[in-house]
């Protein structure tokens, strides 16, 4: 696989110059594809060294939280604009990888990501009495009614739409064959000044209210 046929938002992960991670250059280059002449053998080494390194990374992470310096995890956290979606992406995918990795282990992946938000809660706070509700549900995308949908659009009804249906609806819309995303995003960004102005005068509107009301 070339870097002209590594999708766009891996581009920046799978750049072939980037400095080591958790895998090595010739780690991404065997799971891209990039290299072919391994053995049968060399490449189930290859497979577990890589798996080793990734057990490795996951153990690390306990030093990590514990004992990195904050000012240092913020800087890991400050990329550069040109860099920031792609680091997006990666933390995505992390919890992708993550979520995918864990399922039918010992421990459900939601109590991990209850204990683990907890914990850093409690670091902010300083705390172990900081206590908060973490929420975690996978709920499917079922069936919609379109026509349900298109009614309450006419009518601007937008605070009637449930995020499923809103999720639901653009997936459709995308798979149509008269959809354009050049089109669209255009269209959009015409009508952005609009809609900032609308909201604007509306937050106007309700201060002067606000005023009267209380006056």
Do not use: C, W
């Amino acid at each position: 696989m070339s870097q002209d046929d590594v999708p766009e938002s891996l581009r920046a992960a799978a750049d072939a110059d980037r400095p080591r991670g958790i895998l090595t250059p010739s780690d991404r280059d065997f799971l891209l594809g990039r290299k072919t002449d391994y053995t049968d053998h060399s490449k189930k080494q290859k497979r577990n060294r890589i798996r080793r390194r990734v057990r490795n990374a996951i153990l690390d992470f306990s030093i990590l939280f514990e004992y990195m310096e904050e000012r240092d995890r913020n800087t890991v956290f400050d990329p550069d604009d040109e860099e920031r979606d792609a680091y997006t992406q990666g933390i995505t995918d992390m919890l992708a990888f993550l979520h995918l990795g864990t399922m039918g282990y010992h421990t459900p992946f939601k109590d991990m990501l209850s204990e683990g938000v907890g914990k850093a809660e409690q670091r902010l706070a300083g705390s172990n009495y900081r206590m908060v509700n973490v929420e975690f549900n996978v709920d499917p995308v079922g069936q919609i009614d379109v026509d349900e949908v298109i009614e309450k659009l006419e009518n601007e009804e937008f605070a009637q739409l449930t995020d499923e249906e809103l999720r639901a609806f653009v997936r459709l819309l995308t798979m149509s064959d008269e959809f354009s995303p050049e089109a669209t995003r255009e269209e959009i960004k015409d009508r952005v000044d609009e809609y900032t102005d609308r909201v604007t005068e509306s937050a106007a509107a309700r201060e002067r209210k606000l005023e009267e009301l209380t006056n």
